[in-house]
């Protein structure tokens, strides 16, 4: 079964950080993607750009608005991504909890719908 990791972290502070600091944690993230391919549980995974970049779509009675920035003021935003294979709920959470931002931040753990083409 397919799930999604979705990584929330605090943007504020990760830009505090000095650069040797952004290098380790990269460097954890790094080893953690290959951990998981070499178990056969990568699927895929990205970083997003920070959210000043997001543009919030919506469509109401036919009519397109467009709105800069993240769609809500929270204390994480969402920052990344992995899809994993797990055999269950239980071993997605493994996975999950080794990413580096579950010590910082938290982690969302959705199953995909599957459906046959």
């Given at each position: ?38 178990s ?62 579950a ?15």
């Amino acid at each position: 079964m397919k799930y999604l990791c979705l990584i929330y972290d605090n943007e504020k502070e990760w830009a505090k950080f000095p650069k040797d600091v952004q290098d380790k944690y990269m460097g954890e993230y790094m080893a953690f993607g290959d951990s998981i391919k070499k178990s056969g549980q990568y699927v895929g995974a990205n970083q997003l750009q920070p959210t000043h970049t997001a543009t919030v779509v919506r469509s109401r009675n036919g009519k397109v608005s467009t709105t800069d920035g993240p769609y809500a003021e929270t204390k994480e935003q969402l920052g990344g991504y992995y899809l994993i294979e797990a055999k269950d709920l239980n071993d997605a959470i493994k996975v999950a909890a080794r990413i580096p931002s579950a010590r910082s931040g938290s982690i969302e753990v959705r199953p995909i719908v599957e459906r046959n083409a």
